[in-house]
């Protein structure tokens, strides 16, 4: 599987970006996919996940309420929609996938093996 990640840019904090990932491969509707990110100094960290189905998702507790993870099969796509932003939102954004069979989530970076290049947001306060 490989990933392309877009859709970042500069935001106004209260605002709302939606990022994308696109997979290319057959197995895309049998992967787990995930959402994380990097800031400057720190270490990654997860932020969303969703099933292979789409019927399950989990976040980090930093922006639940805030952000929604979906999937399209049919468009070997994943989104991350972000809304009411804030500074420290700010980071490199990364999706990952990984095979999955069943409904559990993952939020170990360590437990997925693909990865795209990251797509920079940053929200000014």
């Known amino acids: 599987v490989q990933l392309q990640a877009s859709g970042g840019g500069l935001v106004q904090a209260g605002g709302s970006l939606r990022l994308s990932c696109v997979a290319s491969g057959r197995t895309f509707s049998t992967s787990c996919m995930g959402w994380f990110r990097q800031a400057p100094g720190k270490e990654r960290e997860f932020v969303a996940a969703i099933s292979w189905s789409g019927r399950n998702t989990h976040y980090s507790d930093s922006v639940k309420g805030r952000f929604t993870i979906s999937r399209d099969n049919a468009k070997n796509t994943v989104y991350l929609q972000m809304n009411s932003l804030k500074p420290e939102d700010t980071a490199v954004y990364y999706c990952?996938?990984?095979?999955?069979?069943?409904?559990?989530?993952?939020?170990?970076?360590?437990?997925?093996?693909?990865w795209g290049h990251g797509t920079q947001v940053t929200v000014s306060s």
């Open positions: 990952a996938a990984r095979y999955c069979t069943t409904a559990v989530l993952y939020t170990s970076d360590r437990r997925y093996g693909y």
